[in-house]
């Protein structure tokens, strides 16, 4: 078995709501401001994305093999947000981010 570290930082909007976490497009948890979930997956390529109301996160795919996976999940900047509603949706600007943060 292998390990998926994922932290949710302090950016963005929403700090009182959590983001739920889908592992191989399977709700696995919910992740609050400034908390760290662990997910034990078995070895090999996952994919993962975060949700929020309608809104998804990018969509990583991991290679789990002997070191956890690190990653981070953060929504865009109140600014980032406010810009972001004032143009229509073209499914590439993503209101939530998430990026792998070791190799």
Partial sequence: MGKIKLTRG???ANAFRAYKVFIDDELVGKIKRKQT?????????HK???KIDWENSNELIVDIVDKPILLEVN???AIES??????????KDKYLILMQVNN
């Fill in 10 to 12: 302090f950016k963005g």
């Fill in 37 to 45: 979930l662990e997910f034990e997956v078995p070895r090999g390529t």
């Fill in 48 to 50: 993962i994305h975060c």
């Fill in 75 to 77: 929504a865009k900047s």
């Fill in 82 to 91: 406010a810009a972001r509603s004032l143009i229509p949706l073209d499914g």
